[in-house]
């Protein structure tokens, strides 16, 4: 077996997805995307309790740690 057999950042992106998709509520991926317009980054979780808008990347990915709680608000 691999090293990379459990690590989700060798998957192919859709079997991530897939993964994300199927996690059932809770929180296995967060994405902070540019919004269309380009005013802010829409950020969101894939447990679906958490939705925001960031003025910044960092703010997101800031915001996206505190959520998982892998950092203190």
């Known amino acids: 077996m691999s090293d990379h057999d459990d690590n989700s950042l060798y998957e192919k992106p859709l079997e991530f997805l897939q993964n994300i998709a199927n ?41 996206a740690r505190v959520h998982t709680g892998s950092v203190p608000a």
């Not at 969101?44 to 997101?60: F, K, L, N, V, Y």
Request: hydrophobic fraction near 25%; aromatic fraction near 10%.
């Open 23 to 63: 996690s059932g509520g809770y929180c296995d991926g967060q994405a902070i995307i540019p919004a269309a317009d380009g005013t802010h980054y829409d950020c969101w979780c894939s447990c679906g309790d958490w939705r925001i808008e960031a003025p910044t990347t960092e703010e997101g990915l800031h915001a």
